[in-house]
T-cell receptor, first 114, second 116 residues
Framework: EDQVTQSPEALRLQEGESSSLNCSYTVSGLRGLFWYRQDPGKGPEFLFT???AGEEKEKERLKATLTKKESFLHITAPKPEDSATYLCAVPGGMTTDSWGKLQFGAGTQVVVTP | DSGVTQTPKHLITATGQRVTLRCSPR?????VYWYQQSLDQGLQFLIQ???????AKGNILERFSAQQFPDLHSELNLSSLELGDSALYFC???????????????FGPGTRLTVL
């Protein structure tokens, strides 16, 4: 079965201390990878979609990259408001009708202290 | 704000009862997805509807059912509720762009279900 694994489970950073989160997947024929941010008790907030190896996307202090086996979310000079759980997800299933079945990793909980 | 709305925000009920969760997708989106998030299971896909028809199914319990109406809003019905059904239930929507790319799903704020 396809699997999505995120590491580390938790990350505690000082404000301004850059770091990276990892999302590795075992999916044959990756059709896309999604990054979301989730605050406690809230719905996941879309950050990035990556479709092919080598692709990179940036938004403010966040940068997502994709290789054939994993994706990284780089947080540059984080601020306390970047504290959240970051989730990655890949489409499940082999047929186009099943692409909507997103398979999520367990997430990385990031805490940024002043 | 993603543009996806869900009601109610909170629901407290007893075991054996039945509840209905409602979702309105973003304007123009044809697909609606339902997910369950519990502490021990993470975010789990339940079911997808596209323009009123069921398109994909996850490990959704037989006690759970969903439908999408002509105005594209969707309802998730949970019956014979058990303690273990307590969770956050999220709805997401996507536009369903043709061309072979996987759509980005935008999530609503969720409904927190507590079964006592």
């Amino acid at each position: 079965e396809d699997q999505v694994t995120q590491s580390p489970e938790a990350l505690r950073l000082q404000e301004g201390e850059s770091s990276s989160l990892n999302c590795s997947y075992t999916v044959s024929g990756l059709r896309g990878l999604f990054w979301y941010r989730q605050d406690p008790g809230k719905g996941p907030e879309f950050l990035f979609t990556l479709y092919s190896a080598g692709e990179e996307k940036e938004k403010e202090r966040l940068k997502a990259t994709l290789t054939k086996k994993e994706s990284f979310l780089h947080i540059t000079a984080p601020k306390p408001e970047d504290s959240a759980t970051y989730l990655c997800a890949v489409p499940g299933g082999m047929t186009t009708d099943s692409w909507g079945k997103l398979q999520f990793g367990a997430g990385t909980q990031v805490v940024v202290t002043p | 704000d993603s543009g996806v709305t869900q009601t109610p925000k909170h629901l407290i009920t007893a075991t054996g009862q039945r509840v209905t969760l409602r979702c309105s997708p973003r304007s123009g989106d044809l697909s609606v997805y339902w997910y369950q998030q519990s502490l021990d299971q993470g975010l789990q896909f339940l079911i997808q509807y596209y323009n009123g028809e069921e398109r994909a199914k996850g490990n959704i319990l037989e006690r759970f059912s969903a439908q999408q109406f002509p105005d594209l809003h969707s309802e998730l019905n949970l019956s014979s509720l058990e303690l273990g059904d307590s969770a956050l239930y999220f709805c997401a929507s996507s536009v369903d762009v043709p061309g072979g790319l996987v759509d980005t799903q935008y999530f609503g704020p969720g409904t927190r279900l507590t079964v006592l």
